[in-house]
T-cell receptor, first 115, second 112 residues
Framework: AAGVIQSPRHLIKEKRETATLKCYPIPRHDTVYWYQQGPGQDPQFLISFYEKMQSDKGSIPDRFSAQQFSDYHSELNMSSLELGDSALYFC??????????????FGPGTRLTVL | QQQVKQSPQSLIVQKGGISIINCAYENTAFDYFPWYQQFPGKGPALLIAIRPDVSEKKEGRFTISFNKSAKQFSLHIMDSQPGDSATYFCAATTDSWGKLQFGAGTQVVVTP
């Protein structure tokens, strides 16, 4: 079965650089979530999109922005990278609005390292 | 501030034993409580989930017990196997948009 695809899987950047993470949801899933997981920590919700519109926003820094495109893939853009941005970034998708209605399926994650 | 409190932080259990992980919450608006299993370098995968109108749900060797009045829920892994060695996260969501509030995670190690 098709799963959530994330690219790149690994990314190394210098401080103050920019990074773009991509997420391709499972076909026919119209909701995308982004989570950040620091070393040894639980995933923290960043932002979500439903039908290409932002549906919810969590603790996402102003330096980050995201969008969902017409083909439902999503991109997380991160600027002025800081050392503390080093983390695993997960994308999850669900059919419909997720939560208590639909399961979220997580991708394999992008490991971002900021030097 | 962690909205879902999870314990223990780590757990070592012998093969065939029972692993028990506990979670507690304060927000009574939470209406969906999933458990996720995560292996190193992988994304979390849904294991089992429960809604507050049910006190227990069992799927294979995995059982969720839910106590609405105490605002607590727990995961029991029966007949634990070495392949169950992973980090387990409880989670909760309060609304239909589905952002998950995770517990801090429990690293389970099952010894042969």
């Amino acid at each position: 079965a098709a799963g959530v695809i994330q690219s790149p899987r690994h990314l190394i950047k210098e401080k103050r650089e920019t990074a773009t993470l991509k997420c391709y949801p499972i076909p026919r899933h119209d909701t995308v979530y982004w989570y950040q997981q620091g070393p040894g920590q639980d995933p923290q919700f960043l932002i979500s999109f439903y039908e290409k519109m932002q549906s919810d926003k969590g603790s996402i820094p102003d330096r980050f922005s995201a969008q969902q495109f017409s083909d439902y893939h999503s991109e997380l853009n991160m600027s002025s990278l800081e050392l503390g941005d080093s983390a695993l970034y997960f994308c999850a998708s669900s059919p419909g609005r997720g939560g208590s209605y639909n399961e979220q399926f997580f991708g394999p994650g992008t490991r971002l390292t900021v030097l | 501030q962690q909205q879902v409190k999870q314990s223990p932080q780590s757990l070592i259990v012998q093969k065939g034993g029972i692993s028990i992980i506990n979670c507690a919450y304060e927000n009574t608006a939470f209406d969906y409580f999933p458990w996720y299993q995560q292996f190193p370098g992988k994304g979390p995968a849904l294991l089992i989930a429960i809604r507050p109108d049910v006190s227990e749900k069992k799927e294979g060797r995995f059982t969720i017990s839910f106590n609405k009045s105490a605002k607590q829920f727990s995961l029991h892994i029966m007949d634990s196997q070495p392949g169950d060695s992973a980090t387990y996260f409880c989670a909760a969501t309060t609304d239909s948009w589905g952002k998950l509030q995770f517990g801090a995670g429990t690293q389970v190690v099952v010894t042969p």
